[in-house]
Nanobody, 120 residues
Framework: HVQLVESGGGSVQAGGSLTLSCKVSGSTVRRSCMGWFRQAPGKEREGVAAISSDGAISVADSVKGRFTISQDIAKNTLYLQMNDLKPEDTAMYYC???????????????WGQGTQVTVS
């Protein structure tokens, strides 16, 4: 089993920055891929960025150049650095983990509770 706890959300003005963190605990086998998803009210959930256990990264076109995903294996923590935030980035952001790569179609097996990001 894997537990994911997000933090770092908040309210910022357009152009501002936030860093989301996801503290991870549990089986390493079941989190070969980790990533961030988001869901805005009335919209479908979308993948934002993901990273594999060997460091391969995928980033959505909508945030490319503004968001950076990283992980500190020693601290068992996943990060999402978000710069130049826009109102359309407003959403609930979820940390996720799974055994397959999200960008080739595998769904996460585990989800965090979410952290709200609001950009005005």
């Amino acid at each position: 089993h894997v537990q994911l706890v997000e933090s770092g959300g908040g309210s910022v003005q357009a152009g501002g920055s936030l860093t989301l963190s996801c503290k991870v605990s549990g089986s390493t086998v079941r989190r070969s891929c980790m990533g961030w998803f988001r869901q805005a009210p009335g919209k479908e959930r979308e993948g934002v960025a993901a990273i594999s256990s060997d460091g391969a990264i995928s980033v959505a076109d909508s945030v490319k150049g503004r968001f950076t995903i990283s992980q500190d294996i020693a601290k068992n923590t996943l990060y999402l650095q978000m710069n130049d935030l826009k109102p359309e980035d407003t959403a609930m952001y979820y940390c996720a983990a799974g055994q397959g790569l999200f960008w080739v179609g595998y769904d996460p097996d585990y989800w965090g509770q979410g952290t709200q990001v609001t950009v005005s």
